[in-house]
């Protein structure tokens, strides 16, 4: 089955810095890669994906990138501020495919210090 | 609300109890999955359901764990005879799949999972 391997496991920056988490994925027929974003006590909710047809993917201050060949994918966020703190999973699936489920990584907490 | 709702948000019980949990998905949604989360780890898959038929239950759901959705709609997660390991936060997600327009090979397609807030058991 998939597997889903993040780092780094906690990131601490400064407001205004950038913030980069990597995952690294086993299945090479994943073509689906969310990102969620879990603050204390509350659900993930989803924050950027992207499917494997394309290399990079931006939405304001955040933006994903994929490596097929390498079969890794990582989180960007710029200017970062108190309120991105959370923790982030990154997750893979085969959307369409027979692997329905999402496999997630084990989350990465990231604290923007003021 | 017309997002994923769980019921209830936190559940205490003491070892041995039954639990049961219930979602209620985005009402047009086809797919509905049950997670487990544990305290510093990512979601873990537990079962899934297309319409009212469970697909797939993970090797983490052992015989005390019962999942239903009887009419296609909410589901209700079982838990028989609770015992301190299974004290964590269980999450539904719902999504729906789509049939691909004009797909000559019958291609599906299924946008992101939206789940809900999922409901924390403590077994004491």
């Known amino acids: 089955g998939e597997n889903v391997e993040q780092h780094p496991s906690t990131l601490s920056v400064q407001e205004g810095d950038s913030a980069v988490i990597k995952c690294t994925y086993s299945?090479?027929?994943?073509?689906?890669f969310p990102w969620y974003k879990q603050e204390l006590g509350k659900r993930p909710q989803l924050i950027i994906d992207?499917?494997?047809?394309?290399g990079e993917k931006k939405d304001q201050r955040i933006a994903v990138t994929l490596n097929k060949t390498a079969k890794h994918f990582s989180l960007h966020i710029t200017e970062t501020q108190p309120e991105d703190s959370a923790v982030y999973f990154c997750?893979?699936?085969?959307?369409?495919?027979?692997?329905?489920?999402?496999?997630f990584g084990k989350g990465t907490l990231l604290t923007v210090n003021p | 609300d017309t997002g994923v709702s769980q019921d209830p948000r936190h559940k205490i019980t003491k070892r041995g109890q039954n639990v049961t949990f219930r979602c209620d998905p985005i009402?047009?949604?086809?797919?509905l999955y049950w997670y487990r989360q544990t305290l510093g780890q990512g979601p873990e898959f537990l079962t899934y359901?297309?319409?009212?038929?469970?697909?797939?239950k993970s090797r983490l759901l052992s015989d005390r764990f019962s999942a239903e959705r009887p009419k296609g709609s909410f589901s209700t997660l079982e838990i028989q005879r609770t015992e301190q390991g299974d004290s964590a936060m269980y999450l539904c997600?719902?999504?729906?799949?789509?049939?691909?327009?004009?797909?000559?090979?019958?291609?599906?397609?299924?946008?992101?999972?939206?789940f809900g807030q999922g409901t924390r058991l403590t077994v004491v």
């Open positions: 997600a719902s999504s729906l799949l789509q049939t691909l327009i004009g797909s000559v090979s019958g291609g599906l397609f299924e946008p992101e999972a939206f």
């Open positions: 299945d090479s027929a994943s073509n689906y």
């Open positions: 992207i499917r494997s047809n394309v």
């Open positions: 997750a893979a699936k085969n959307s369409g495919g027979s692997n329905y489920k999402l496999t």
């Open positions: 009402s047009e949604h086809n797919r």
């Open positions: 359901f297309q319409n009212e038929a469970q697909l797939e």
